[in-house]
């Protein structure tokens, strides 16, 4: 009997646990909640806005934004010995301007269409509420435009008449049922939806944030750039002027042209309608292998400006101070290093760096700005000159006057397109200049590499494989 | 012995009996050791070094007495005991093929006779002087359908190991690995170093590795059995009433089994100067005039003497001049080992004990690699009371690697930089500061070298401790309770003149706890003694939870102090910790009719937290079924004298893979990037309820033969798993802001041959001669992936279906044009092209390749003993693995990159009519006129290369002093010993080491001698 009373008793104790089921539960992530406990807490709602600006620490919109459109024409080029972004100092199919963003960007909007469209009523603020709201419509816009510019033709400038733009986003996936196949939408639908958002976004937002952050000036200059792109000239000079009228950013002065972008002299670039702040400077910011520094002025140094460029400038020319000598200075300000001389650079330029990417934050560390006030007087300059609007000589001479050259007496789109070129090497804007006007892909003449014709169909991104199979849907551009 | 005559006439007055005896094997040799039992009264003897035991105080009676002892046939007789002394001498058979060895199944322990699914045994005996730090490499070769391949040759360093081919697609087809009843947790390892958790148990303290290979047999881990199973026992004491002691001293030397072969500074300068003759010297331009080639060479020359002169030659140097540095010379560092393990074991019936101690300190053979161990092993089984029993086992390991960066192409790992860094740079300047190198002075590996150190601690507690009742002599219960515990501390350092941010730490701390408890209710049972009844009943519980901690300071004030509280701004901290659970039903029930019919059921319900909650317990049931056809009357009959022993074996069983990530199925608002000091959050990921493990479904059919009487035995076994409900991530259109959803679909084929030889070639006159041998035949294809889907990825491997996993999809190699040296490749209608299309669509040129899987692997072990001399020589082999040969085809064969070049430069084509596999040195991807030049950027066949290999992988042989010797310094006994490690390799494949890929830490050759003292 007592053997029978053993055995029950251990199979109770065995089998007892059977029954809970539980054992099972109670465990939890420690670094993620769920949607639905997330967007109902004021300090999670910030985290999400922190999140949709983290995003422009990417790749792609840091180095891959501000040097594959340059690389590509004809403002820097491949150092001898480097492969970053030699694909499009040669024109080779599939490099791409800045194709990198179509897979961030849609994080990005993803982000923000949860900011701008997820918040449920009275968990914050109407006031912070509609703040947020008009940040994130902006970071919407900016991120289709980034698409848009990179995958179809401006409007009006199609080859052929292909007139597709890119998938637009502008409801938040937070279920399955919203990750549906979409088809592009036509880069006027893009261009719309972008004018939309930024113009309720101006009315939601004012100029109170850290020029950090998104702000109204910012929203108007982004309205302004995007006009140009588009040819409503009038926007764009509308836009620009508001922008300027609105902003605490102011032009810097001719002292302050050689520094403006040394975190350690300003705090934020005193021209910077918008600067991103990076995420964690002292911890080599975007890292050896993706930081603007490490590309541009240390380690890597694999883009140097053209000769081409460098011929554009007067002696005077205060933005003579943004080259140095070709060295790997490490962090902080340039001192030339000839122990760290980058071999390469002599044969190409006379042995010249561009030192607007410092790391002056820490090693390979930069703050960027996405607008900087000059851009601003270009656009009115351009805007005016094209559109047939009053004084385009005005905006082009301030912007010179602080430059320390001279001012012109009449002003041709070409004379726009150089101080373009001048003032923002190592930004991001010649491929797409050329670009959007519909004009030659041109190649530095000193380098072997032939033009690229605006008809080629390397002018447009390409889509990538995974993304056609992935969804039906999306058309390849012309010639891939 | 004195002491011991002395005592049996008092033993005899007690008016109880005495039964003594030698034992000896079949050529008369004694044996020590031996245990000598008297079942009826559990009361032994161990036989000591001349093979003599004595057993006292016998109540006088009849007695069954066995005497058993590894290696060979277990005796049992009967005998008389009365009040005098009786003389029983016992003469073993050897049982070289192990048919009464008992083979650990799970849970279960059964003879190998009884086995019916596919199990591989590796013993003690097996492995006894091959000087390696884990149970992993103990088995590559010597276990039939297990494939291990090193990961790094740091001493210490991680194996990839599979059983029957790789069945997963994103998830691990790492097997579950126990060690004695406890699941070891793989989770938070090192970031500094390669390393595997089971380094915490010292080889010599395991007494035998048993692989549970198919699903039938790895179907009672349920859904941790897909990937096998691998089972480690410790040694244990033992109930002779003697205690034995070893020491054993081991020292060892290890250095680089090959390298590459590099061109010197003058060939570099040449190459360079050529390639920039050849494309027109593209960055030139200033001073290139391509109608003048003299010009060109004078313009080419100016670029690479700058190049010369940025790394601190003098100004104007002859190209003569620049002097060569061998930068393997410079990395490559031959290491010195020892090891020290002191072993006490013994016991009596109601307590038994092994007791093993162990220091090991192991250099590497590359710069600043090192493991040392500090080990403690201790077994302990205590009889409480005539029905209870308790057992404790305890690891504890305390080691610690310094490392170096290990693979890929990191510019600062050293085999990678040592074929990265051209000839013509320099560790040091004249004036003894570190040199610019091609990476930069911070990037010099002589800095990596001397100032920057990457080191590693962990502390292993792997233990067990379990009751044991005793209902009958047929039914008991154990219930044991398991911890795993680890504890991984990183520590990064490179002093102010190393860093660029004035000094910088990083320390990481991983702590993991994974304990477990299992609950077995174990019957067996005969009945007419011939219905052999057996069977388990359990449930196991297991939770695992780690805490990750990183931390990152900069600015250090000197480069004495190594620490966060040293630095600064500790600067970057981040931490997280995360969890499982699972829990889990199981039973077996075995039933053998007469030792002829041997059937065995299984199954097992397990649940695991990371599932999806609709889905998270699932049944995966097992059974097999043997025939014993040689027990059979009708067999008997035949009269086929030779034959002892044939088994027919056949199982099918179901087991599950749950090795994904913790929280894979939920959906989540996870962190992300940080931004003005707040940490986003973000939507990172998509839920899915119905997530699950993925499921392994096993066919295995096996033949067991013995024959030649016992000479020659031979398994065989076939098997077709199909892995099913892989967990892939289905791709969602990258504009929802998702790359895709975990689901639960796809399938992957494994099917496979092994064949196991064991035979005794002589054994005659003293001579020993054995030979195993073991090969395994594997293939493996996809069968299906997301529905309407045909490949994964558009990349080179592509994972498509109809395909291998690994298989390639690439364009097939042409060679190079004798007539322009330009490089070609077969279009898709088997035409030369010299751009191929390498993109979807009717036009694609790309075929299926081999992959990076092993075909064929297995190896062949000979030891062949005399007196007291035994030698062991043992090969490993793999057949039909290829590897892309980053430095041989991707950076050493071409100027591009102005870093170093092998010495296969001098085969790139100079002229019209070189025939050979190199195109010209070109800087630039595409030649004047659009045609490919550079074959790197097209990944051709010829990126390959098949790693097929035999290797010498190990040769041991040691003495034993004869007894006449070791009695008169009162020692037991004396073994010397000397063993080498990877001593040869026959293969074709030119990298460093075809065991690994192309840059990562080669393994060494290593050479041991040692010696081992029984007191």
Known sequence: MNKLRNIALLLVAVLSIQACTEILEDVEPSTEITPEVGLADPGAIAAVRANMYSRLHAFAFTTELMLAPEAFADNITSRDGSSRFRGQAFNNVRSGMNDGAYGVAYLLINDANLLAEGIPDGVITDALRNQYRGEALVLRAFAHFVLVRGFGYEPGQEVSGFNLGVIVRTEPVVG??????????????????????????????DNSSSRNFVTQSFAQGLLARINLYEGNHAG????????????????????????????????????????????????????????????????????????????????????????????????????????????????????????????????????????????????????????????????????????????????????????????????????????????????????????????????????????????????????? | ???????????????????????????????????????????????????????????????????????????????????????????????????????????????????????????AKDFKDVPVQSAQSILQGRAAGVQITTQSGNPGGAFTVTVRGAGSINSSSAPLYIVD???????????????????????????????????ASASIYGANGANGVVIITTKK????????????????????????????????????????????????????????????????????????????????????DVPTTNWQDFIYDAGFSQRYTLTASGGDNDTQYFLNGGYEDTEGHIFNSAFTRYNITANLDQRLNSKLRTSVQINLANTAQTGECQDGSFINCPVTASGFEPPITMPFNADGTFANTRFGTRNNIALQKELVRRTNRNTQILGNSSLTYEFTNWLTFKSTFGVDYRVVSDNQFRPPIASTLGGQVFEADRETTNWSTNNVLSARKTFSEKHNVSGILGMEYRRERSNVFTSFGTGLPNG???????????????????????????????????????VSATARYDGSSRFGSEERWGFFPGATAAWRLSEEDFFKNLNWGGVEEIKLRVGYGTTGNSLIANFASRSALGVGGSYNGLTGLTLSRLGNDLLTWEEAEEINVGLDVIFLKGRLSANIDAYQRDNNELLLNRPLPRDSGFGGINQNVGSVRNEGIELQLNSVNVDRAGILWTTNFNISVQRNEILSLNEGQTSLNGGSVPFAVGQARTARFIPEWAGINPANGLPMWYDRNGDITYNPVLTAGANDDRRFFDGSEEDVVGGLGNTISYKGFTFDVFFQYSFGRTIFMTQEFFFGTTPIFTTGLLDDIERAWQQPGDVTDLPRVFIGSTEPGGSTADPRVTRADNAYQDASYIRLKNMTLSYNLPTSITEKINLRGVRLYASGLNLYTWTAFTGLDPEQSSQSFPTALQVNGGIEINF
């Not at chain 1, 261009?191 to 113009?199: P, W």
């Not at chain 2, 901290?573 to 829990?583: H, L």
């Open chain 1, 176 to 205: 399955l049922s919203d990750a549906d196949t979409r088809a592009r939408s036509t880069n006027a639908e893009v261009y719309t939806q972008m004018n939309a958002d930024l113009n309720a976004a101006i009315a939601l937002l």
């Open chain 1, 236 to 480: 764009a000079n509308a836009a620009a002027t508001a922008a300027l009228a609105g902003t605490s950013a102011a032009l810097a002065t001719t002292a302050q042209v050689a520094t403006m972008f040394d975190e350690t002299a300003f705090a934020i670039n005193p021209e910077a309608l918008f600067e991103t702040l990076l995420a964690n400077p002292a911890a080599e910011g975007q890292g050896v292998n993706s930081s603007l520094n490490a590309y541009t002025a240390s380690q890597w140094v694999a883009q140097i400006p053209t000769p081409g460029l460098l011929a554009l400038y007067d002696p005077a020319d205060a933005r003579n101070a943004w080259y140095s000598a070709c060295d790997d200075n490490g962090t902080g300000p340039d001192t030339d290093n000839p122990a760290q001389a980058i071999a390469g650079c002599t044969a190409i330029n006379g042995g010249l760096e561009l030192n607007k990417w410092n790391g002056e934050l820490g090693q390979f560390a930069d703050n960027i700005p996405l607008m900087r006030v000059s851009e601003l007087l270009l656009i009115q300059a351009e805007a005016r000159l094209s559109g047939g609007i009053a004084d385009p000589l005005t905006p082009i001479n301030t912007l010179r006057a602080q430059r320390g050259v001279a001012a012109l007496g009449a002003v041709t789109l070409a004379d726009i397109l150089n101080e373009r070129r001048m003032e923002f090497v190592g930004e991001g804007q010649r491929g797409f200049d050329l670009k959007r006007l519909g004009m030659t892909m041109t190649k530095d003449p000193g380098l072997t590499a032939p033009d690229v014709p605006y008809t080629d169909f390397r002018i447009l991104n390409d889509f990538a494989s995974g993304d056609l199979d992935t969804n039906e849907d999306l058309i390849q551009n012309p010639g891939y």
């Open chain 2, 1 to 123: 012995m004195l002491l011991l005559v002395g005592l049996v006439p008092a033993a005899a007055l007690a008016q109880s009996g005495v039964l003594s005896g030698t034992v000896t094997d079949e050529t008369g040799e004694a044996i020590p050791g031996v245990n000598v039992v008297i079942t009826q009264l559990t009361k032994g003897d161990a036989t000591d070094v001349e093979g003599k035991y004595s057993i006292t105080n016998i109540p006088a009676g009849t007695y069954t007495v066995t005497a058993s002892f590894t290696g060979y046939k277990k005796y049992e007789t009967t005998v008389q005991v009365g009040s005098g002394i009786v003389t029983l001498d016992i003469t073993m058979e050897d049982d070289i093929l192990g048919l009464d060895d008992v083979v650990i199944v799970g849970y279960q322990t059964v003879s190998k006779r009884e086995v019916s699914g596919a199990v591989s045994k590796v013993s």
């Open chain 2, 181 to 215: 009843g406890v699941q070891v947790s793989f989770a938070n390892q090192s970031s500094q170093t390669s390393q595997t958790p089971l380094n915490a148990i010292d080889p010599n303290s395991i007494e035998s590795i048993e692989v549970l290979k198919d699903a």
């Open chain 2, 237 to 320: 004491g033992s109930n002779t009433g003697r205690t034995n002691i070893t020491a054993r001293s081991e020292f060892g030397y290890r250095e680089e089994i090959s390298r590459f072969g590099v061109a010197n500074s003058q060939e570099w300068i040449e190459y360079q100067i050529q390639a920039r003759e050849n494309s027109g010297n593209v960055f030139d331009f200033l001073q290139d005039n391509p109608a003048n080639p003299a010009g060109r060479r004078t313009a080419a020359e100016t670029t690479v003497r700058n190049t010369v002169e940025s790394f601190g030659h003098a100004a104007g140097i002859a190209f003569a």
């Open chain 2, 560 to 598: 004495l102090l190594s620490v966060i509280n040293a630095t600064s701004t500790p600067n970057a901290v981040s931490g997280f910790n995360t969890e499982f659970r699972q829990a889990g039903y199981f039973a077996r029930a075995n039933y053998d009719y007469d030792g002829k019919y041997i």
